[in-house]
């Protein structure tokens, strides 16, 4: 029995549109990623799964350790069903999480905020004038893991943020130090350009140079972030300095500087982490949309489908149609908010009612369309659980 097969006979008591999680490819990506950690643990980003059942599965497998959440909110969420270990990975704003945060003991304890700058420490100091009594902050430094080259006309990377160097680190670090209230416990430096980017897309020549562009990313960063830990680790007692993503489990654990790595995608594989050299996932994370009119021979339309990924946009970010092999978009409309034309011999053999499956192009995104995750082991649906959405939570 083929994947189709196996997926269409699971849920076929289910009434498409739906999403499910392919257990064994969920386990064989974990194994691969515990594998390439070579026992370092990994923080799982919570934005690539947006499920908390899934979660608590996830963590339960040796290898993984703590979650990377991606709003102060989600983390608040998380920490009051039982989450001791939580780091957030961005910045915040919300005066109304950070008041909730400082004045809850426990809350303060498991929670880790991420600052980048004095405007941060002043914001956060505003918003908590009025809390009595407030508790310490844990803070974690996040630093520009950037490639920047040719004298500053080339960057590679996210726009994160504005510290670079060791002097700059030290610098905010000794300002932590002086402020009451806070405490530095932690270093984040994601190298977007490495384990984000896929280093074997279809063009063979953008593939060389992406690949370049890594390695002279990675030669330099191996340097600059362990200057910039080393700096920060003479004002504070660091327990944890966190880096990397699942395009760049082995490379990132290789340094020594670095205490944990980040990952989450890698678990459902989606369709942007197939153009990877250094590792090969499984699909794990899929939908299903019914056919709903057969427009030509060749032709099908699906109900909805324009569930477009995040990033810069084209054809990267749309899903996949998956299975049957062989579909394609319609050039004029692409992947629609209410019907989604494919065309391909593969139509030919689709009636109304037939599934089409897909693979969304980033992992976590595709968790906000759907409020339940059908769990199949085999060729049986034998667990639904909520998304975030499921439970009510939308938190961007």
């Not at 059942?53 to 339960?60: G, K, T």
């Not at 943020?161 to 009451?180: E, G, H, W």
């Amino acid at each position: 029995m083929d994947d189709r097969q196996r997926y269409d006979q699971a849920t076929a008591s289910l009434e498409p549109p739906l999403a499910i999680l392919d257990l064994a490819a969920l386990r064989a990506n974990a194994a691969s990623m515990v594998r390439r950690a070579t026992g370092k643990p990994i923080r799982v980003a919570t934005k690539s799964i947006r499920s908390r059942p899934l979660l608590d599965q996830v963590l339960a497998i040796d290898g993984f350790r703590g979650l990377l959440a991606f709003t102060l909110p989600e983390a608040l969420w998380l920490a009051s069903h039982g989450h001791t270990d939580l780091v957030v990975a961005y910045p915040t704003a919300d005066r109304h999480a950070l008041a909730e945060l400082a004045g809850d003991a426990e809350a303060a304890r498991r929670i880790t905020i991420t600052v980048d700058s004095a405007d941060h420490l002043a914001f956060i100091d505003h918003a908590l004038a009025g809390v009595r009594p407030r508790h310490e902050i844990r803070l974690c430094l996040d630093v520009d893991a950037g490639f920047v080259t040719l004298g500053g006309r080339f960057r590679a990377g996210a726009l994160r943020s504005p510290v670079r160097d060791a002097d700059q680190a030290a610098d905010l670090a000794a300002a932590i130090a002086k402020r009451p209230g806070y405490r530095l416990t932690g270093l984040l430096a994601y190298e977007a350009q490495i384990a984000g980017v896929g280093d074997a897309p279809p063009s063979a020549a953008y593939g060389r140079a992406v690949r370049l562009m890594q390695t002279l990313s990675a030669r330099e960063l191996v340097l600059r972030r362990g200057r910039i830990v080393n700096a920060v680790r003479q004002v504070a007692d660091l327990e944890f300095v966190n880096a990397g993503g699942t395009g760049s489990i082995e490379r990132t654990v290789r340094e020594k500087a670095v205490t944990e790595v980040a990952a989450g995608s890698g678990l459902f594989h989606p369709r942007l982490f197939d153009f990877y050299r250094g590792f090969t996932g499984r699909p794990a994370a899929m939908f299903a949309l019914p056919v709903v009119r057969r427009p030509g021979h060749d032709t099908v339309t699906v109900l909805g489908g324009g569930y477009l990924a995040s990033g810069p946009a084209g054809p990267s970010r749309v899903p996949q149609p998956y299975l049957p092999a062989g579909l394609r978009y319609s050039r004029d409309e692409g992947a629609g908010e209410v019907q989604t034309p494919l065309t391909g011999q593969a139509a030919e053999d689709l009636r109304i009612g037939d599934r089409v499956w897909f693979r969304h192009a980033k992992a976590g995104e595709l968790c906000e369309r759907f409020d339940t995750l059908h769990l199949v082991d085999g060729d049986t649906v034998v667990d639904s659980v909520p998304t975030y959405r499921g439970e009510g939570r939308t938190f961007l």
